[in-house]
């Protein structure tokens, strides 16, 4: 099984709400990520999760709060957004943290369609 | 400062025929390489990968090529099927360069719109 969940599908909301956006992957592995994809970009990094800590923070703003509960399961805490921030919110995984060996790929769940008014 | 580039944003291919994807890339820690394809409303699904002491790799249809020298990396799809229209994307890690800047990072080409026409 090489699948990483993502829910909701799509998140509409305003810019004062507090959403929260949900990924689950059960593979074993040991590191999640978190990018976002704007229309007709690739996809940009925003936080790197191993072994259910922070190892990396791209700058990303603090309306942002990632958060690792546990190894399978990764979350995305959405509070005070900008209609900026609306875009495509891709998680993925892998074995390890991407640059160990046998780490050969990450896999990429269906991603969650923000659409913030 | 982009590290990774795909030059063309899209590629006509007929069905059958060759479809080459192109990529470069600047940062020269770069070690790995990987290209995946992704549909509209979907995540990118993983398709090959090429470390830097390769300079082939071979998949069923799908074979990835490695210059290390011009620092660039091509896509060969043969033959091309309809199925296959989407979006390339190529990717570069530095998997050597441990606690570097790059570590533990993917970084991602533009992408190119591949259309295969019946």
């Known amino acids: 099984d090489t699948e990483v969940t993502q829910t909701p599908k799509h998140l509409v909301m305003g810019m004062t709400n507090k959403k929260s956006l949900k990924c689950e992957q059960h593979?074993?592995?040991?590191?999640m990520y978190w990018y976002k994809q704007k229309a007709k970009k690739p996809p940009e990094l925003m936080f790197v999760?191993?072994?259910?800590?922070?190892?990396i923070n791209e700058s990303v703003p603090s309306r942002f709060s990632p958060e690792c509960p546990n190894s399978s399961l990764l979350n995305l805490h959405l509070h005070a957004l900008q209609p900026e921030d609306s875009a495509l919110y891709l998680c993925?995984?892998?074995?390890?943290?991407?640059?160990?060996?046998?780490?050969?790929?990450?896999?990429f769940g269906p991603g969650t369609r923000l659409t913030v008014l | 400062d982009q590290q990774v580039k795909q030059n063309s944003p899209s590629l006509s291919v007929q069905e059958g025929r060759i479809s080459i994807l192109n990529c470069d890339y600047t940062n020269s820690m770069f070690d790995y390489f990987l290209w995946y394809k992704k549909y509209p409303a979907e995540g990118p699904t993983f398709l090959i990968s090429i470390s830097s002491i390769k300079d082939k790799n071979e998949d069923g249809r799908f074979t990835v090529f490695l210059n290390k020298s011009a620092k660039h990396l091509s896509l060969h799809i043969v033959p091309s099927q309809p199925g296959d229209s989407a979006v390339y994307f190529c990717?570069?890690?530095?998997?050597?360069?441990?606690?570097?800047?790059?570590?533990?990072?993917?970084?991602f080409g533009q992408g190119t719109i591949l259309t295969v026409h019946p």
């Open positions: 993925a995984s892998s074995q390890e943290l991407f640059g160990t060996a046998y780490t050969d790929t990450q896999y």
């Open positions: 999760y191993s072994y259910e800590k922070l190892s």
């Open positions: 593979m074993g592995h040991r590191a």
């Open positions: 990717a570069a890690s530095a998997r050597g360069e441990a606690g570097g800047t790059s570590y533990g990072k993917l970084t």
